[in-house]
């Protein structure tokens, strides 16, 4: 089973609280499992993305909102964690050395679920579970399924694990613009 865990944060790449404790160790077990189970989370300007060795896995380009943007997909080298690491890089957007705390976090993690998705769009090998953690990865299973775009990812499977109720992402209606195009029937799901 392949499976694909999208967090904003993963020890030893980046880490404010359990979140990343989390996503750092249970890949690992799931690879121990049998499972092939890689990370996927945001570019941010680290010492361990500056002492590591990366290698470009996919560039594309999508957008947010009327806004069209480039993303490239970097995979760890070598990793010796157990799994594989994939960072987004939108540039201006996830390249910042703070995980959060920037006055446009809603469009920056909006903007890393929509690439994650378009990659998952053009990856050969489709995921069997998509692995959502915290509101930082939370619009994923919905933009899979009611996204117009997205609908050949309809078939896989989501899990969205929420890790801590305190930061449950709350924004404001207005931020819906900036989702792809979905069935306006389904706004009761956001």
């Known amino acids: 089973m392949v499976i694909v865990h999208v967090s904003a944060e993963c ?18 077990y799931q690879q121990k499992m049998g499972d092939e189970a890689l990370v996927v989370m945001p570019m941010y300007k680290t010492k361990f993305l500056e002492q590591q060795e990366w290698e470009v896995h996919f560039k594309g380009n999508t957008n947010l909102g009327d806004w069209f943007f480039d993303y490239t997909i970097i995979k ?12 987004v890089d939108i540039n201006g957007l996830l390249d910042r050395p703070k995980i959060y705390g920037y006055t446009d976090d809603d469009d920056r993690f909006i903007g890393f679920q929509i690439a994650i998705v378009n990659w998952l769009l053009h990856w050969a090998k489709q995921p069997d579970i998509v692995h959502c953690h915290d509101h930082q990865a939370g619009l994923i299973p919905f933009i899979m399924k009611h996204c ?24 404001g209606w207005d931020k819906s613009i900036l989702i792809p195009k979905w069935d306006s029937w389904k706004h009761g799901l956001l």
């Open 11 to 28: 020890y030893p790449m980046a880490k404010a609280g359990g979140l990343g404790d989390v996503v750092g160790a249970l890949p690992k």
């Open 76 to 87: 760890l080298k070598d990793s010796k964690l157990g799994f594989n690491l994939y960072l």
């Open 148 to 171: 117009y775009d997205y609908q050949k990812l309809q078939s896989i499977k989501t899990v969205l694990t929420i890790h801590n109720a305190q930061y449950h992402g709350r924004m």
